[in-house]
């Protein structure tokens, strides 16, 4: 049964830092993993994709790496911004038809 | 803007009424998939329709239903309601293209039963 952790479960940053976000899956066959960013009573906005061939994804000053060996993924943060604060969502899909989510990280950037 | 939309945004019922949640998806993503997000946890797939008919089903009971249309909307309905179902529900579609799927996500509606 594939299970999905994050950790730090919150984190709080000042303006202009550096951060990884760290995700962790059991099951190491999985078909791809996927990074969500959660405002507070929002939906999910899709950042990064990494399908299971692939070893990271960038995206301006989001870069996720996957190592499917290790069962680790994690989403680097460059010069964290206030409008960064929200909730950090892992999902992997190791199934034909879900994804199974860890439970976030918190994020808050101080200005 | 993921082309996804979700009715209500917002609902309010009382335990053992029924509720039905609806989404529409954008043309050619032809699998929707249902998630319930209980307050501070991750989203926990409900089920998943592929061309109407469901297509695998999450740990919930039989009293969460769906159906599937030809239109890329799709409804979740909710029997015998409880305090335990007021969450955030999310419907995803999936876009495959090249041998690559993505999942989109609506904006979702938060029941709160009372």
């Known amino acids: 049964k594939q299970e999905v952790t994050q950790i730090p479960a919150a984190l709080s940053v000042p303006e202009g830092e550096n951060l990884v976000l760290n995700c962790s899956f059991t099951d190491s066959a999985i078909y791809n993993l996927q990074w969500f960013r959660q405002d507070p009573g929002k939906g999910l906005t899709s950042l990064l994709l990494?399908?299971?061939?692939?070893r990271e994804q960038t995206s301006g000053r989001l870069n996720a790496s996957l190592d499917k060996s290790s069962g680790r993924s994690t989403l680097y943060i460059a010069a964290s911004q206030p409008g960064d604060s929200a909730t950090y969502l892992c999902a992997v899909r190791s199934g034909t038809y879900k994804y199974i989510f860890g439970t976030g990280t918190r994020l808050k950037v101080l200005a | 803007e993921t082309g996804v939309t979700q009715s209500p945004t917002h609902l309010i019922k009382t335990r053992g009424q029924q509720v039905t949640l609806r989404c529409s998806s954008q043309s050619g993503h032809n699998t929707v998939s249902w998630y319930q997000q209980a307050l501070g946890q991750g989203p926990q797939f409900i089920f998943q329709y592929y061309r109407e008919e469901e297509n695998g089903r999450g740990n919930f009971p039989p009293r969460f239903s769906g159906l599937q249309f030809p239109n890329y909307s799709s409804e979740l309905n909710v029997n015998a309601l409880e305090l335990d179902d007021s969450a955030l529900y999310l419907c995803?579609?999936?876009?495959?293209?090249?041998?690559?799927?993505?999942?989109?996500f609506g904006p979702g509606t938060r029941l709160l039963v009372l």
């Open positions: 990494i399908q299971s061939s692939q």
């Open positions: 995803a579609s999936t876009l495959r293209d090249g041998g690559q799927e993505t999942q989109y």
